[in-house]
Structures are given as C-alpha cells and as structure tokens.
C-alpha cells in the first residue's frame, strides 16, 4: 500500500445527506450526524472511537441559530474528549476544513481526522434574511452598502469578460444547462432540470447580464470526509483494500483583496487567488498540464460565469477562452475534463458549510469508480475540488487522485 508519507493524507471513507431546499425532519446537526455515521461505515468503522481528531464546517450561526456549534457537532457524531477545530472560510469553508485536517496529518498532530460538515441555507429562513445574511461574506463597511447583494459584483467581473475577451450571456448560459443537468442523474441532488440557454436567458433579472437560472441554490445538506494516514488505515479500515486507494495528492490556498475597487486592472475579470492555489496543489501533487492529467473538476459555480472564469484560472483552457469552451461542451460529459459531474452548486446545491466536502464525496466517489449510470466518469484517476470565498477573495484547490 502506498503510504500517507508518499501521497499525502489517504481518503478512508465519505459520506453525505442528500442536498434539499428544506430538510423539515432534521436539524443541522442530525444531518452532520447523518453524513459522519455514512463516512465511518464506508470506512469500514462501527463507532468513531479510532478517530484522533474532528474539524467541523460551518459558515454560519445565523442560518444554523446555534453559537459554539463545533462542540456541539463533535458531541453529536462521537468525538467528545477528542480535540475539535472549528473552521470558516465563506463558500470555500468545507474545502478549507479539509485543508486543515491535511495539515494536522502532515504535521503528525493526528492519525486521523473525521471532516464533517453541514449548513441550513435554505428556507430556514426567509429569502430576504438569506440575502442579508449572505451579503455579510462581503467587505461589510465599503462594498455591502454599494452592492447590497453578490450577484452585483459577480455581475460586474464577467461583464468585464464578456468586454475584454468578447464572452457572451449564451456561453455561460450553457454552464447552467450542462450542470442542472447533470444534476437530473443525482439522486443527491438538490434540483435537476431540463432546461435550454433560452430558457436561462428568460428567466427573471438578478443584476445584468446574470438571470435566476444563472445562480446557484441554497440548500440544506451535510458531507463529511475521513482522512487518515497509511498506518492508521491498515490497521483500523478494513474496506479500505477493496477498492481503488484514494488521496490528497495537492492542496493549495490564496487569498485576494476582498473589494473589486481594489484589484488591478489586469485581474479584475479573473480570481488571482484561484490562480495561485491551484498553481500550488497542482505543484504538489506534480501537475504541469492541467487539461491533460486532471479528469474532472467539481467547480465552486455560484454564478455560470464564475464557473467559466474558472475554466482559466485553473488552467483547465487558456486565458480569455472559457466561454469558447463552454460553447464547444469541452467540459462537458465526453469532454476533456468534465467538470462538475455532480449538477454543481446550480444542480446539486450548496449548503454552505457543506459545499467543499460535498465536492470531495464527488470526486473520490467517481475516481473509485462508484458513482455508475450517466455521470460516471470512465477511468477516472485525477479530480480536483475548487471553492472560494467573497468574490474570490479566499480560495482553496484540492487535488485527490488514485494511488498505489
């Protein structure tokens, strides 16, 4: 068996609920329950007890009325007396928790670490409490009083792409025509629909050129992840050798100035974060060709064009080409790489805390070939995770690939 030492820290099991528009039988925390009992079983494990360590994911006390969550999760999934970490990083929170649980292995701090993760973003509370909440991700003293709400900045970057690069509203509109459906062959999925770029371009007005069908969904869900060293898992996973072994092979993390009136000229169209973290993982786990190593990407899409923009900043196509590719379905199922096979945050949804794990469940699930039907990516080895934070103001990249 490969070990942790060579590869980084291995994937011994994952797990997550189905993501929803309200989850009306359970709370947050027995949805992380759900999500962390389904990890520890795929695992192999009957209780969490070999477990060293837990780091909780969540963004928000407001969505999930609940201060000093953390504890709380750790109690309700096993872990009590063990150290728990509480982790917050915006859209990019369950990527992030992931990151730090690689730390805590590389560091020798943990054997082991249970991910888990959950938010109820959707309609535990109102739309507009949503928004207010939501737009608190943003520089609270100098942008949220200009834009009032994301898709305002959003709007503002790929506008900008769309002048510099001649990108059109009907290249991104095909984003969210691909990822809703291919959320349709997810049964996790929050919503999948049968859509066309004339029925995105139709629906009703956010701020222009972005319409509804443009914008991802806010949902109740939770994920988790186990992660482990090679010792640890030969000694406490016993289904860990009946399928393809999994791990980190590259994690990377940037940040950016959080308000658009102060990024350069040059990179106000692109996440330069983005850039930088991806450089990074990809450095780590040895990719220098992107488009040809990676065989899928679950993308952080909270907008179409924000999923198109990343198609550069990850190097999946070169700069001022996204919306070319997305055109030309090159990410598409069949395509070069496909890129959230999941449904996205569009289709599968995102609950917040949840998000960046949900993404990991994904990619380790088709790289061992266990997702089947429609969205099974044939001889999947490589995926990588990509969240961010604000509009690109924190990002994390996550590259896990087969190993051994």
Not at 26 to 50: N, Q, W
Not at 202 to 214: I, V
Not at 265 to 277: I, L
Not at 298 to 324: K, T, W
């Amino acid at each position: 068996m490969t070990t942790s030492a060579e590869s980084g820290a291995l994937v011994a099991g994952v797990g997550m609920t189905p993501f929803v528009g309200f989850r009306d039988d359970a709370s947050v925390r027995d949805m992380v329950a759900e999500a962390a009992r389904a990890a520890l079983l795929d695992a192999g494990l009957s209780s969490p007890s070999p477990v060293d360590m837990g780091v909780a994911a969540y963004e928000s006390d407001h969505f999930n009325r609940q201060l000093s969550l953390g504890q709380v999760l750790s109690d309700t999934v096993g872990l009590t007396g063990k150290p728990v970490m509480r982790v917050e990083g915006g859209g990019a929170t369950g990527a992030l928790a992931i990151r730090t649980a690689l730390t805590a292995i590389r560091s020798g701090e943990a054997r082991s670490v249970l991910v888990f993760g959950g938010e109820t973003n959707g309609r535990s509370v109102d739309r507009t409490t949503a928004i207010e909440i939501l737009a608190l991700s943003a520089d609270f003293e100098w942008e949220t009083p200009v834009f009032g709400t994301f898709a305002a900045p959003y709007a503002l970057m790929i506008t900008e792409h769309m002048r510099r690069y001649g990108t059109t509203a009907e290249q991104f509109a095909e984003i969210a025509v691909k990822n809703r459906r291919m959320a349709l062959d997810n049964p996790l999925a929050h919503r999948g629909m049968s859509i066309t770029v004339e029925d995105v371009r139709s629906s009703a007005p956010l701020s222009d050129p972005y319409r509804l069908f443009d914008a991802s969904l806010l949902s109740d869900g939770a994920a988790a992840v186990l992660l482990a060293t090679g010792d640890w898992v030969e000694q406490h996973s016993p289904t860990f050798t009946e399928r393809p072994p999994v791990a980190i092979l590259g994690s990377g993390s940037a940040t950016d100035r959080p308000r658009l009136s102060d990024r350069s000229e040059e990179m106000f169209p692109h996440f330069a974060a983005k850039r930088k973290a991806a450089a990074r993982a990809y450095r780590e786990a040895g990719i220098d060709n992107p488009p040809d190593q990676i065989d899928l990407a679950e993308v952080y899409d909270s907008f179409s064009g924000a999923e198109l923009q990343a198609y550069e900043d990850l190097g999946l196509c070169p700069v001022g080409h996204g919306g070319l590719a997305a055109a030309d379905g090159r990410f598409d199922q069949g395509g070069q790489v496909v890129v959230n096979p999941s449904g996205g945050l569009m289709g599968r949804g995102s609950a917040v805390g949840a998000t960046g794990i949900a993404q990991a469940v994904e990619v380790v699930s088709q790289i061992r070939d266990e997702v089947g039907g429609p969205r099974q990516v044939p001889g999947a080895r490589i995926g990588m995770t990509d969240t961010h934070a604000g509009v690109g103001s924190l990002s994390v990249v996550n590259v896990f690939g087969r190993v051994g």
